[in-house]
């Protein structure tokens, strides 16, 4: 087997893993199609939409705690906004329903223009609901007044906190935010307590809403952005086609749950061993609204309870979700890669921790990768060479026993034999060496140590196609994809200089094998064709001190 069908095989099986995760496993949501069953151990059901659109109805309550019920609270004022600034991140919360309206990242923008503000993850207006609704019984999530004693959460060291207090319906609310200076993770107490006459039930909810936060990097329309939660060690990643004919309710012992876009994501981690049930349905064109509950609850009058919850507002980072606990990196999904990705990714940050530039450490991860394989695959040019030698004879045998195949093939394995040669040791290099592509494809398509990450010259985020602006806009292309077409001419060099046993017909053929992966790197990141253009150079440095060897 010569190496052109190995290349011709590496093709294949891209084809076949993009289009598999595509139809299959799912970047991303999916806008249309068969709902998708979700299967877990605890109770999956559907709900269906209620007619008034509202999230869900109020429980029936005794008679005596609907002769209790009363209007909301609320002072003759406009709501205010109180602002927590943490170097982190800026979050801007609303009395009004007590949510968070505004959480701006500090350390990563919107986009690579120098005054690009920072990072917003609250994509809402309020329309459809904001992050961090709560609503019990007869409560609804927007109808509280939480009146704050602050307008800017103070700090004493570390820890800020923020007391926001509501009354109504029978209840008296009290939100208790805890905020860390240098952590993405926060907390939130509710104190629900009956100040009413009556037996009063309900179910503690707390609502998540967001519109996707896709990036527009190279290969990101892919990737996945949505509800997901994990449970039972498992993640799922749950399509618009999951709720498209209704709500979604999942129920169990979650880690947490969240809104995931490409690089960020927003969960709610519920405290404690109960089992809560998770709820997600599509609101306007492609928005989400999520809500954690609890199992149902009675509060006698003077009765109360207090529902604990953590917070991850910040980046899917791999170290900073694995420090955070709750399984929170498994958000960070590799798939099958996963055992080779994580590694790549170490290995990238100790050379970038070195070199402060990714470009740089994408090269010696590279040239590490290639030192790792130098030895096998140093045989397996070898076996080419050998091969390409044995040709005339190979010739020869299947003339003289073209009439007789099953000799043929016997004169042709003791030819092997007697010169040593192994048809599949070009082969098997190559074999090797795909699971590391894909993986270092998938590290450097979701990590965000890539994102916005320069390199040199045009080269100004790895995570997105190179371009070099000419002052013109090409069709289609927009700049000249340099580092693109030089990875394809070092594998047009790298193929002359490469043995082989095919015929010239089928030569001439594999000859437009680089400019069908020219064309199909044309729009990944820069950084993956990066990759693919370093080890080009150093296969070809290989093949010639091989050439150049007399064996």
């Not at 496993?25 to 068969?34: A, D, N, Q, R, W």
């Not at 994580?342 to 070199?355: A, D, H, M, S, V």
């Amino acid at each position: 087997m010569d190496i052109y069908r190995t290349f011709l095989a590496i093709i294949v099986s891209f084809l076949i893993l993009i289009g598999y995760q595509y139809f299959f496993v799912g970047f991303g949501p999916t806008e249309s199609g068969e709902p998708v069953e979700v299967v877990q151990t605890e109770t999956v059901q559907t709900e269906p939409v209620p007619a008034d659109k509202t999230e869900t109805a109020p429980p029936v309550l005794s008679e005596q705690s609907q002769a209790a019920a009363e209007k909301m609270t609320r002072p003759d004022r406009e709501a205010r906004t109180v602002t927590v600034d943490t170097g982190q991140y800026t979050a801007l919360l609303t009395e009004d329903g007590g949510a968070i309206k505004s959480f701006v990242l500090k350390d990563y923008k919107e986009t690579l223009d120098d005054d690009s503000p920072g990072m917003e993850l609250v994509k809402v207006d309020g329309s459809q609901g904001l992050p961090l609704e709560f609503s019990w019984g007869s409560v609804a999530p927007t109808s509280t007044f939480y009146e704050a004693a602050v307008t800017e959460v103070p700090f004493q060291g570390n820890k800020g906190e923020l007391v926001m207090k509501g009354r109504g319906n029978g209840l008296e609310i009290e939100r208790v935010y805890t905020f860390n200076r240098d952590s993405y993770l926060m907390e939130l107490a509710v104190r629900v307590k009956n100040v009413s006459p009556g037996v009063l039930q309900g179910t503690a909810e707390l609502h998540q809403s967001n519109q996707p936060f896709r990036e527009t990097g190279a290969g990101s329309q892919f990737l996945f952005v949505g509800p997901a939660y994990y449970m039972n060690e498992s993640l799922t990643e749950m399509g618009s086609g999951d709720y498209e004919d209704g709500p979604k309710t999942v129920d169990g012992r979650m880690d947490w749950v969240a809104y995931e876009g490409t690089y960020f994501m927003c969960a709610i981690l519920p405290q404690g061993d109960s089992v809560v049930s998770a709820t997600m349905r599509g609101v306007g064109e492609d928005g989400v609204r999520m809500r954690v509950s609890s199992a149902l609850d009675t509060l006698q009058p003077g009765e109360e309870k207090v529902y604990n919850y953590q917070l991850y507002f910040g980046p899917k980072k791999l170290d900073i979700l694995k420090s955070s606990g709750s399984n929170l990196d498994k958000a960070l999904n590799f798939g099958w890669f996963d055992v080779i990705a994580q590694p790549t990714l170490w290995l990238l940050n100790i050379f970038y921790g070195i070199f402060k530039n990714y470009g740089i450490a994408i090269i010696l991860v590279t040239i590490a990768f290639k030192a790792v394989f130098w030895p096998i695959t140093q045989k397996g040019m070898k076996s080419m060479k050998n091969m390409q030698k044995l040709q005339p004879k190979m010739v020869k045998l299947k003339e003289k026993y073209k009439g007789d195949p099953t000799k043929m093939n016997q004169e042709v394995m003791n030819l092997y034999k007697t010169y040593k040669v192994n048809p599949l040791g070009g082969c098997l290099p190559m074999v090797l060496q795909i699971p590391v592509f894909f993986a270092l494809y998938k590290v450097l398509l979701m990590c965000i140590e890539l994102r916005h990450a320069p390199f040199m010259l045009w080269i100004g985020d790895l995570s997105s196609p190179d371009r070099l602006p000419i002052g013109i806009d090409i069709p289609y292309l927009g700049g000249i994809p340099v580092l693109t077409l030089l990875m394809g001419g070092s594998m047009f060099l790298q193929q002359k200089m490469t043995p082989t046993t095919a015929d010239p017909t089928q030569a001439k053929i594999m000859m437009f094998l680089p400019i069908l992966f020219t064309f199909m790197f044309v729009n990944f990141a820069s950084g993956l064709v990066l990759y693919w253009f370093v080890n080009n150079l150093l296969a070809i440095l290989q093949q010639q001190i091989i050439n150049r060897q007399k064996i």
